[in-house]
């Protein structure tokens, strides 16, 4: 009791301001990811001889458009008192190619227009001191953090999600039948493939991955990863003298001998993929499949097959181990198996579809001008209300790509409280209508994260949740220098094909 | 006026036949467009004025009645080709598969058929379910390879939803199914459970569409001006289109593809006409991507016609405002806003007895409070008094036979509901007080049977409307009358929170009253027979003991004993003599010995007011309710009383008691623990060793928990027998609010945290949180909190209980929405049972259920605590009354 502790939290408090996480997250969406999307991109090919190689991506300050043309900077207060939309311009790097020559790069191609979240380093409030804010009209306490969309102030809603590329133990009852399944969600760039292996009441394992019917024995899907050898792939799943698990696996070996070689099995998931298609069709459909809706995580080129199969035996010992009692289910609700999606996370999905959208709009209207004799220009194909609007009307309806609902929300000016505690809201994706009695106690590992204490009443009871006030986010780190770090501490890595 | 009389036998359901349909049809629907450049409707189109009117000053072109008056008329498509009705598509299936498909007869022998019909025919005399026999025919009949009548081979018919037949792979055309069902005979009909005077099987699919009026599906003007159709409408018009362009292709002879491919289309058409939530089509949607609303949908559900419009119709002369309380009126009363009863009405009719008071309400009109807002003519039309002008010409008019409608006055008996309407007491009939102010004030001892309190509940009033119903209300339905429960044959109606404690308080030893005190509260009371009676009693030394005074308003020759809320439950009972006054004896209706509190009167619990109402009658209970709340709220406002937190103040010498207790149970849990690793735990019968240790340590620290609470109870006693007054504490014993346990966890030891059940288990790996070490499993890593709420809890302990907290949040949220639905279920199971007069159960249909009710025949609101028969009562009652 003698320790007085309020200093302390005042100081904390003052360094990191209580919306930080949303700030830096659409900083670094601005700056990074933006440019990745784009990247994703690379070059806009049509079927006329004319493509378009993008560059970098510029995201302006925000501004009015005027009805007469003119330009305006923006401040904030004048968007909600005059119903605009704190929009800033993006500015996209084009390079025309014809005949496989390049013709003259524009720097700036306006694409459409970015909101602009406040307080954010592309906000025109972005460094101003007490005294420059009040003189735009803004209130210095105010904590920024969201965006202003015709006038109105939306909060994008920090989403707690089920970790991606991480694998899940679950023991699910299904018609009274217990089996032990390993997932993981596979999550590359937009996509997210659900992954699973199970092992049936016999104890064959099987894997199943989007745009494949039914499942696959994971034996067969070794070879055809090109993990030809029993002894490979029994190594594969768990180098290990256990008795116990060296028999799981071999059951599974027995069972499907008729498939020995990695031609043998690339025609098996052939005829499960493309059945009743061209042999060369139906290889050629399995190759693409295992390379692009397996594990895509792991990459997608074919160089990344062995990995997969490693990868998928690591599951499978897992499977294994659960299925003996020598591991357990993991607690879904363990705050380690959670990732929070952040309004640059969002922002990043929303603008994906957006700027996809305006990728196929822009091919679409090069084909048509060369279709009907005229000569296109970057300028002229796009059309950037495309962009604008999808990402307007998205943030506006809290309509969000994938069909989610609500994933923005008006601010919530009741009090100044209530404004903070709106923006640190965090919202689990789960039914309210269901009682997910789990889902929404107050898990131990919460501790420090999310207060134990704020949640409605009622049906969303423990289902939305608000940060803790010491509550700090780490925003992941690349994985080329994790890779690096450990093969310099001594690990070694899984061979390439 | 001469009344008819009908009384209906029963209800027949049929399918409508085509010559049905075309018979009550007024018109032929054959054009697609609605209304021409004018804005008038087309002949033959859907809005074929034939068809009704919705327009106000038109008139019918059927019936000539104008708009209101005509229910709307009844039009008609063609199908160019019949089509499925989905809602019988799986009744097809089932018929398809048991009918041979040469001969259309049921594929059973001659005597099996027979056999079926006659067996149906008797379940539907006596009221049975035929479809149990309808269902092992089609068991039966379904498996048959070979006809039995004509010798046919049959295919094997496959059921595509949703409107999908498949003979050994090929398509049957609606028309071949159709034709198939027409073949069927009238007794093999009757075999399927076919009533055939009112539905052949081929009615099942159609050839003639019934188009439903205009009044069922009115278009709306929108403010420009432009005419925005109805959802059915919409269909309909997709439908005709469709039917057009198929009848045009037929008769053009267009290949056989694009005809299938139209019929297809209608098909669609046709079934999300009927259903636009048809599993595996997608629904049909309007022009802004939103799916229309077609005729299912206009049904199901909460807010359909059913659920929305029949079961939940809305009322007028009701009002809705917060309520607060009001201890001064009597527990029948309501206290009613001046603004409410000013607009609330009550029908009189007009005799020459009560002519002059009618006028003068009527001349006071609709602004002035005692007035009436409506004067109705004998022909039923209505001169509203809001203006000085219509209340001269009422005047002037009104004579016995008119009816005025005037304010609710005091005395009129109400309805008051609040919701949730679980029982029969969630809608008692109460009379009207009005009072200023704008809220509905109730009398507390009412709280408990509408489970409401003030922190913002609002409830709704009715007025009634017929003599009949107000009879009725003031015969059944009053509070008085509601005292006993039929839940638990005791007094749902009583005292709570202040009350209790006030009696208490009120009748223990230590209280006197100097005579000015005495008179004082019994006239602030009300209660001025009571001051006469006292004033003849004698007072020892100028005192009058609270039992004197509380005597005052038991009845005269009420003999009563029984062990109070407070008694202390000691081994061997001393009756009259306990050394706590916790045993009640009333001798010819004086308090003897005890005090009065939650047993005496309180709702759930009170046996003194359950033997008032039982034995002298509701006006009496009424009585001693409106009473003793007065007298006893009158009291406790002037004594006063308080509770904070020098309520759970323990001396040092307790806290180290409670805390020595806690420490050692603490070390016991570690222990068994010990024990559990080295193997000596004994298993419990049926458990495992694990389960065995949590019980044992759950088992030692909810001891541990409830001995500190203990020791923490005596202190306060010890206290309190010193003279400090202690609220927590009166409040908890005299069982006002709150118990022992909430004490203990204030003053003692907060307790074992648990979620489902169990000590907290869940978080991270071999812990629950990082404070503790891997593998800990004692108490304090587990979620126990050894703090009290007033000593404060530490970090781990604070966020156990906020985990404990949650869960308990969680199940309130989740139970009140499922109770909802349960009380859904239950009601529709058991709406129609009624007990009869001969004591029988009985559905609607008159099948007895059980053939006494209750195997007892008592009502429980008049069995003692469900009890038929306390004989130790009767006893009592027979001894005290001799001696």
């Known amino acids: 009791m003698g320790l007085n502790l309020r200093p302390l939290a005042i100081a904390f408090l003052k360094k990191r301001e209580l919306v930080r996480q949303h700030i830096d997250s659409f900083n670094d969406f601005v700056e990074n990811r933006l440019q990745s999307i784009v990247d994703e991109v690379g070059i806009i090919e049509t079927d006329v001889d004319y493509h378009i190689k993008l560059g970098k991506i510029r995201v302006g300050y925000p501004e009015v458009i005027e009805a007469d043309g003119s330009r305006k900077k923006l401040y904030p207060m004048e968007a909600r008192m005059r119903n605009l939309s704190y929009f800033a311009p993006i500015y996209l790097e084009m390079t025309p190619i014809r005949e496989g020559i390049e013709g003259e790069t524009d720097p700036n191609v306006p694409i459409g227009m970015l909101p602009v979240m406040l307080k954010s380093k592309v906000c025109n409030l972005y460094g101003l001191s007490d005294e420059e804010l009040m003189r735009v009209g803004e209130d210095p306490l105010d904590p920024g953090g969201y965006f202003i969309v015709n006038g109105s102030e939306r909060v994008l809603v920090t989403i707690e999600d089920l970790a991606p590329n991480k694998i899940i133990l679950e023991r699910p009852e299904r018609y009274s039948k217990i089996t032990e399944v390993a997932k993981v969600f596979s999550k590359r760039g937009g996509f997210r493939a659900l992954v699973t292996v199970e092992r049936d009441r016999e104890g064959l394992l099987y894997v199943t991955f989007p745009s494949l019917p039914g499942n696959i024995p994971l034996v067969i899907l070794m070879r055809a990863l090109g993990i030809e050898t029993d002894q490979d792939i029994v190594n594969a799943i768990a180098l290990t003298q256990d008795q116990e698990i060296l028999n799981e696996i071999l059951v599974n070996i027995e069972t499907f001998m008729d498939i020995r070689t990695k031609e043998q099995a690339m025609e098996y998931l052939g005829k499960k993929v493309a059945a009743g298609q061209l042999k060369e069709y139906r290889l050629k459909r399995a190759e693409q499949i295992i390379d692009k809706y397996l594990l895509p995580h792991l990459g997608t080129e074919k160089e990344d097959r062995i990995r997969k199969a490693k990868y998928l035996g690591r599951m499978a010992l897992r499977v294994i181990e659960l299925a003996l009692g020598k591991r357990d289910v993991d607690d879904k609700d363990h705050y380690a198996n959670k990732r929070l999606r952040l309004a640059g996370d969002l922002m990043e999905d929303l603008f994906r579809v957006a700027f996809y959208s305006l990728v196929r709009d822009i091919k679409y209207q090069v084909e048509r001008s060369v279709v009907r004799g005229r000569e296109p220009t970057v300028r002229n194909v796009v059309r950037s209300d495309i962009l604008t609007e999808r990402i307007r009307h998205a943030l506006a309806t809290g309509n969000w790509v994938g069909g989610r609902t609500g994933v923005s929300q008006l601010l919530d000016r009741t009090t100044y409280m209530s404004v903070v505690s709106h923006l640190r809201r965090v919202v689990s994706p789960l039914s309210r209508s269901q009682p997910h009695f789990e889902a929404r106690d107050l898990h131990p590992t919460q501790w420090g994260r999310i207060c134990p204490n704020e949640t409605p009443e009622g049906p969303n009871c423990g289902l939305v949740k608000n940060l803790a006030l010491a509550c700090k986010f780490s925003t992941g780190t690349s994985e080329e220098e994790v890779e690096k770090l450990l093969i310099e501490l001594g690990v070694r890595p899984i061979g390439r094909l | ?883």
């Open chain 2, 1 to 883: 006026m001469r009344v008819f009389q009908r009384t209906i036998a029963g209800i027949k359901f049929g399918i409508l036949s085509p010559e049905q349909i075309r018979e009550m049809s007024v018109a032929k629907i054959v054009t697609p467009d609605t209304y021409d450049e004018d804005g008038y409707p087309i002949e033959g189109g859907l809005m074929d004025p034939k068809l009704g009117v919705v327009d106000p000053g038109l008139r019918c072109k059927t019936c000539g009645a104008r708009a209101g008056e005509c229910p709307g008329h009844f039009g008609r498509i063609e199908l160019a080709r019949p089509v499925i009705h989905v809602g019988y598509a799986k009744h097809i299936a089932r018929i398809l598969k048991i009918i041979c498909r040469e001969c259309s007869r049921i594929k059973l022998p001659q005597e099996k058929i027979d056999e079926f019909r006659k067996r149906i025919k008797n379940a539907r005399k006596i009221g049975k379910d035929e479809e149990v026999i309808i269902d092992e025919l089609y068991n039966q009949a379904k498996q048959v390879k070979v006809c039995p009548h004509c010798g046919a081979e049959q295919g094997e018919i496959k059921f595509e939803k949703p409107t999908t037949y498949l003979e050994n792979g090929r398509k049957l055309t609606p028309s071949d199914v159709r034709e198939r069902l027409e073949k069927i005979t009238d007794e093999d009909a009757e075999a399927l459970g076919f009533d055939v005077e009112v539905a052949r099987p081929e009615y099942m699919v159609l050839t003639v569409l019934p188009v439903p009026p205009v009044t069922v599906r009115p278009s709306i003007i929108l403010e420009s001006g432009e005419r925005s159709e109805d959802d059915l409408t919409h269909k309909l018009v997709d439908i005709i289109r469709i039917n057009q362009r198929l009848q045009e292709n037929i008769e053009a002879g267009a290949p056989q593809i694009i005809i299938e491919d139209l019929w297809e289309l209608l098909q669609y058409h046709v079934t999300t006409y009927f259903n636009n939530e048809v599993a595996g089509i997608p629904p049909a949607r309007h022009r802004s991507g939103r799916p229309l609303k077609t005729l299912a949908q206009r049904l199901k559900g909460k807010e359909g016609r059913f659920r929305g419009n029949l079961s939940g119709k809305r009322v007028n002369f009701s009002a809705r405002t917060v309520i607060s309380p009001d201890p001064n009126i009597s527990i029948n009363e309501v206290g009613v806003p001046i603004e409410v009863a000013r607009e609330l009405t009550v029908p009189v009719r007009v005799t020459p007895y009560n002519i002059d008071y009618l006028r003068k309400l009527v001349k006071n009109g609709a602004h002035k409070y005692p007035g009436a807002n409506y004067v109705e003519r004998p022909d039923g039309s209505k001169i509203r008094l809001d203006k000085a002008k219509s209340v001269e010409k009422a005047l002037k008019e009104l004579d016995v036979g008119y009816i005025v409608h005037r304010h609710l006055q005091d005395g009129d008996i109400v309805l008051f509901n609040r919701q949730p309407s679980l029982h029969r007491m969630s809608i008692m009939a109460h009379e009207v007080r009005v009072m200023p102010g704008k809220t509905f004030r109730l009398n507390l001892c009412v709280c408990p049977p509408y489970n409401a309190d003030f922190d913002g509940d609002e409830m709704n009033l009715h007025a009634i409307q017929g003599e009949e119903a107000r009879a009725e209300a003031r015969m059944l339905m009053r509070v008085q009358d509601q005292i006993l429960s039929p839940r638990f044959g005791g007094p749902i109606i009583g005292g709570i929170h202040d009350h209790i404690s006030g009696a208490y308080l009120f009748t223990k030893k230590e209280t006197k009253f100097r005579r000015e005190e005495a008179l004082q509260l019994l006239y602030i009371a009300k209660m001025y027979d009571e001051i006469k009676k006292l004033l003849k009693e004698k007072s020892e030394d100028g005192y009058y003991t609270g039992k004197q005074i509380f005597s005052l308003i038991l009845p005269e020759d009420l003999n009563l004993r029984y062990k109070a809320k407070v008694c202390k439950k000691c081994e061997t009972c001393l009756e009259e003599d306990c050394p706590y006054d916790a045993f009640v004896v009333i001798k010819n209706g004086k308090l003897i010995k005890g005090v009065m509190d939650e047993k005496s009167f309180g709702a759930f619990a009170g046996e003194l007011l359950d033997r008032i109402v039982k034995d002298y009658g509701t006006d009496k209970a009424r009585e001693f309710l409106d009473k003793i709340t007065r007298l006893v709220i009158a009291f406790i406002s002037k004594r006063g009383f308080t509770t904070g937190i020098d309520d759970e103040d323990l001396p040092e010498e307790a806290k180290q008691r409670i805390n020595e207790i806690l420490t050692k149970a603490e070390e016991e849990v570690q222990n068994v623990i010990e024990m559990y690793e080295q193997g000596l735990l004994e298993p419990l019968p049926g458990r495992t060793l694990e389960e065995t240790l949590e019980m044992r340590i759950m088992q030692i620290l909810s001891e541990a928990r409830d001995k500190s609470g203990q020791i923490a109870n005596e202190y306060l006693e010890k206290i309190e027998e010193r003279g400090k007054l202690n609220g927590a504490r009166i409040m908890a014993i005299s069982g006002a609010r709150g118990s022992l346990l909430n004490l203990t966890q204030m003053a003692a030891c907060v307790g074992q945290q648990s979620v489902r059940g169990e000590r907290i288990k869940r978080g991270y790996s071999g812990r629950t949180l990082p404070h503790f070490k891997k593998g800990d499993i004692g108490a304090k890593a587990k979620g126990f909190v050894k703090s009290s709420y007033k000593s404060g809890l530490s970090p781990t302990e604070f966020f156990f209980h906020a985990m404990g907290g949650r869960e308990g949040l969680v199940d309130t949220a989740v139970r009140t929405s499922q109770s909802g639905y349960m009380q859904r279920r239950l009601i529709n199971a058991l709406q129609d049972l009624k007990v009869e007069y001969d004591n029988t159960v009985r559905d609607a249909r008159y099948v007895i259920v059980a053939f006494k009710h209750g195997e007892d025949g008592a009502d429980p609101a008049r069995t003692d605590w469900g009890k038929t028969v306390n004989v130790k009562k009767v006893i009592e009652k027979v001894i005290s009354k001799r001696g």
